[in-house]
């Protein structure tokens, strides 16, 4: 089974490049699930039709009480692809990094990796934050593997150093490693040279270089990824090259 976990700075496209992602396994056959760990719960919008999930922590507060089955808390997007958002506390109150810890024990008692047998699970990490409830898709094996987003931008990059040095202080807990880098340009100057500078630098590889295209909005404004809305795009294949890497790598391993 495949599983990564996504971070990267705060509005550098992790949802963007995880939903996609998501659709290309999907594409390829594969059944997947993608967790959004964010309070915003926006992750997997874009594979539900711009319809979003009810987030699992809006759920129990509504309710008063913890769903019994994993429908209560999901939705089937494209492809087949099971969707599930954490959410977070109430603004201004209580720790959105405990919203996650809550959800994967609640996840863990409703045996959704049991039931559903997915090939590929796929978590996207709010920010630039790697401790508390936020490390909690790479401890305690629910992710392997952690790809990381950034673009040329300073900030991005700076994040991107922050998350892979986090990373690394897990790695003799057998926790998961860095397994490289995803471009997501932003037509910054001399962007390519200065990612791959920082990828050499950190000793990871650049994985998927994802161009900054107009697809991508064109498409998110009908709720749907470059996947579903033109899978023969630029982007798209991008994509489906990202995927077909982690596939590949997968079956290597055994």
Do not use: W
Request: hydrophobic content about 40%; aromatic content about 6%; some cysteine.
């Amino acid at each position: 089974m495949i599983k990564l976990a996504i971070y990267g700075k705060g509005g550098i496209g992790k949802s963007t490049c995880t939903a996609n992602l998501a659709a290309a396994f999907a594409s390829l056959g594969k059944r997947v699930i993608q967790i959004g760990c964010d309070p915003k719960a926006d992750s997997t919008i874009n594979l539900l039709g711009g319809t979003p999930v009810t987030p699992v922590m809006d759920y129990m507060r509504e309710h008063d009480d913890e769903p019994t089955s994993i429908e209560e808390i999901s939705k089937v997007g494209y492809g087949g692809i099971l969707c599930i958002e954490t959410g977070g506390p109430t603004p201004g109150l209580g720790c959105a990094g405990r919203g996650i810890i809550t959800t994967f024990a609640l996840l863990e008692e409703l045996e959704l990796f049991e039931k559903f047998k997915p090939d590929v699970v796929l978590y996207d990490v709010l920010g630039d934050v790697v401790c508390g409830g936020f490390a909690a898709p790479i401890r305690e094996g629910y992710a392997d593997k952690v790809l990381i987003v950034t673009s040329g931008e300073k900030m991005a990059l700076y994040a991107a150093n922050n998350i892979n040095k986090a990373v690394k202080n897990f790695e003799d807990r057998s926790y998961a490693k860095v397994r490289g880098i995803i471009m997501n340009r932003r037509a910054v100057e001399n962007e390519e040279e200065k990612v791959r500078a920082f990828a050499e630098s950190a000793g990871l590889d650049v994985a998927a270089d994802i161009p900054r295209s107009a697809d991508i909005i064109k498409y998110e404004d009908m709720g749907k990824t470059v996947i579903e809305g033109d899978p023969e795009c630029e982007t798209a294949k991008r994509f489906f090259g990202l995927a077909k890497l982690l596939i590949a790598e997968d079956e290597a391993n055994g």
